[in-house]
C-alpha cells in the first residue's frame, strides 16, 4: 500500500483527514469565542469592581486577578471540569439520584477559559477606562445625560477603542489557551489532531497541519482587530 | 473539602515542586540565551537574519505551546532517521522534550522583550563607549546590555512567571511535576477539588515569592534613580573659602 504524502493525509481525499482537522478548529473557534464573550463580561464587572466598588468588591477583584495571574491555566481547566462534576454528583445524590452527573467538556472548558480570560480582561479594561480623558466624561455629565446613558454614548465606546490592542492580546491567549481543553476531551482542534495522529501514526504530518492552522487563525485574527483598531480610531488624530 | 485531606496532598505535592522549578529555571535560562541571539539577529540589520528572527517569534507566538511540546515529543520519532539518530536518547525522554519545548517557546517572547531592552540604550551611551575605544564586545558587555537588562526586567518577570505557569503542560507528557501530581492524587481519591486547590495554592506561592524577587531585583538595579537617602547638608551661603 503506497504511503499518502502530508497533503493526502491532511487533506479532503479518501484517506484525508481534512474535514475532521476543519471541524477541530470550528469547535476551537467556538470555545475561544464563548470564552471571550465570558471573560468580557467578567472583565467589564471586575474593572467595575475595581475602580469604584466598595472595599469587599475591590478585594474581591483584587484577589481573583492576582490568583488567576498565579495559577497555570491547565489547573484551572482541570478544577472546572472535574471539580464540578465531583459538585454535581454529590448534589445529585443529595437529591437521591446515583451515578455520574457531569457538565460536557465543552461547557466547563468554556467557562474555564472565560475566567481565566475574565482576570486579563479585568485589567485591560481598566487600563482603558484610565486613558478615557475626565473631561470627555463631564461634558457627558454636563450636558445631563443620566449615568446609563452616558455609559452607553460616552463611557463604552471610548473605553472599548483603547481596550481594542490589549483585548487582541486576551483573544490570541484565548485561542492558544484552548488548546489545552484537548486534556479533558473536547472535540477541539488539538484533540482532532491527536486523534487523527493516534489512528494514522502521523504524529508529526497531524500537529504541524494542527500548528498550521492555529497559525492561520491567529494571522487572520490579527488582520481584523487591526482593521477594527483603524475603523474605532478614525476620529483621532494621528500625531 | 476539608483541611486534613489538603494538607496530606501538600505533603504530596511537595514532592513536585523540585521538577517543576527546574523546568522552569532551565527554560527561562536557555529560552533567554536563545533569545538573545533571536533579538541580536533582529537588530542586525542583514535582511536574511532579521527575516529569520522575524518569522521564528510570529510562529512560536502563534502556535500553542502544547502544539510544539507534542510535535517534539510525539512527532518527532515518527521519522526513523529521528529513531536510529544520536539524539534519540535525548528525544525519547518526555523531561528534555518538554525542557527544549519550553526553551524554544520562552525563547520567543524573551527575544522580544530583549530587543525592546536593547532598543532603549540610547545612542549617547554607545557614542561615549565608543569614544572611550571600547570594542564593540565590551561595550555590549559593559554598556548595552546592562541597561537592556534593567529595561527589560520587568517584562521578564512577567515571562518568568509565564514559565512556571507553563510547566504544568509537562505533566501532559508524562512528567509528575505539581500538576502531574494533583491530576494523579485526584483520580485515586475522586476529590479533584481538593487536590487542585492544594496544587493551585503551591503554584500561587511560588509566583508570589518570584514577584517578590523580581522586584527586589529591580530595586536594587535601579538604585540610581531613587533620591539619596538623606539629602546632603546644603552649604552656608556665607561660609564658601
Not at chain 1, 493526502?8 to 464563548?34: D, H, K, N, Y
Not at chain 1, 445524590?93 to 482576570?119: D, K, N, R
Not at chain 2, 505533603?11 to 517543576?20: D, F, H, K
Not at chain 2, 564593540?136 to 554598556?143: C, S, V
Request: overall charge positive; proline content about 5%.
Amino acid at each position: 500500500m503506497a504511503e499518502p504524502g502530508f497533503l493526502g493525509v491532511v487533506g479532503f481525499g479518501s484517506q484525508g483527514w481534512g474535514a475532521v482537522l476543519l471541524s477541530g478548529a470550528v469547535v476551537t473557534l467556538a470555545a475561544a469565542l464563548c470564552g471571550l464573550g465570558l471573560g468580557a463580561l467578567i472583565g467589564a464587572f471586575g474593572a467595575w469592581a475595581k475602580l469604584s466598588g466598595g472595599r469587599l468588591l475591590q478585594g474581591l477583584a483584587e484577589t481573583y486577578t492576582t490568583v488567576l495571574r498565579g495559577v497555570p491555566d491547565l489547573l484551572v481547566i482541570y478544577l472546572l471540569y472535574f471539580g464540578s462534576s465531583s459538585v454535581l454528583t454529590s448534589v445529585a445524590g443529595l437529591f437521591g439520584q446515583e451515578g455520574y452527573f457531569a457538565l460536557p467538556g465543552f461547557v466547563a472548558g468554556t467557562i474555564a477559559i472565560g475566567i481565566i480570560s475574565g482576570a486579563q480582561s479585568t485589567e485591560v479594561f481598566r487600563g482603558a477606562f484610565r486613558a478615557v480623558s475626565p473631561g470627555e466624561i463631564e461634558a457627558a455629565r454636563a450636558c445631563g445625560m443620566p449615568p446609563f446613558l452616558r455609559f452607553r454614548r460616552i463611557i463604552a465606546p471610548l473605553t472599548l477603542r483603547h481596550a481594542l490592542p490589549g483585548m487582541g492580546n486576551v483573544w490570541l491567549g484565548l485561542l492558544k489557551e484552548s488548546s489545552l481543553l484537548s486534556a479533558t476531551g473536547v472535540a477541539e482542534l488539538m484533540r482532532q489532531a491527536q486523534v487523527a495522529a493516534g489512528s494514522t501514526r502521523m504524529p508529526f504530518d497531524f500537529y504541524i497541519a494542527a500548528a498550521i492552522l492555529y497559525i492561520v487563525l491567529a494571522m487572520g485574527s490579527g488582520l481584523l482587530v487591526e482593521a477594527g483598531e483603524r475603523h474605532y480610531s478614525r476620529g483621532v488624530r494621528r500625531t | 473539602m476539608n483541611l486534613p485531606f489538603i494538607f496530606e496532598t501538600l505533603e504530596r505535592l511537595i514532592a513536585g515542586i523540585p521538577l517543576t522549578l527546574e523546568l522552569a529555571t532551565l527554560s527561562v535560562a536557555a529560552g533567554g540565551c536563545i533569545g538573545l541571539c533571536i533579538a541580536l539577529m533582529r537588530l542586525s540589520g542583514r535582511w536574511p537574519l532579521v527575516a529569520f528572527a522575524w518569522l521564528y517569534v510570529q510562529l512560536m507566538r502563534s502556535t500553542p505551546l502544547l502544539v510544539l511540546l507534542f510535535l517534539i515529543y510525539y512527532g518527532l520519532g515518527q521519522f526513523a532517521a529521528v529513531r536510529n539518530g544520536p539524539l534519540w536518547p535525548v528525544l525519547r525522554e518526555p523531561y528534555w522534550c518538554a525542557l527544549i519545548a519550553l526553551s524554544f517557546n520562552s525563547a520567543a517572547y524573551a527575544a522580544e522583550i530583549i530587543r525592546g531592552g536593547l532598543l532603549s540604550v540610547g545612542h549617547k551611551e554607545r557614542e561615549a563607549a565608543l569614544a572611550c575605544g571600547m570594542s564593540r564586545l565590551l561595550y555590549m558587555r559593559r554598556i548595552m546590555l546592562p541597561l537592556a537588562i534593567r529595561q527589560a526586567l520587568p517584562a521578564y518577570g512577567n515571562e518568568a512567571i509565564a514559565m512556571v505557569k507553563a510547566t504544568s503542560l509537562a505533566s501532559l507528557v508524562t512528567l509528575m511535576e505539581i500538576t502531574g501530581i494533583a491530576a494523579s492524587i485526584a483520580s485515586e481519591t475522586y476529590r479533584p477539588i481538593g487536590a487542585f486547590v492544594a496544587a493551585g495554592a503551591l503554584y500561587l506561592a511560588i509566583t508570589f515569592l518570584l514577584t517578590r524577587a523580581v522586584k527586589a531585583m529591580e530595586y536594587r538595579l535601579t538604585r540610581h534613580l531613587r533620591p539619596p537617602p538623606t539629602a546632603p547638608a546644603p552649604y552656608p551661603s556665607g561660609a564658601s573659602a
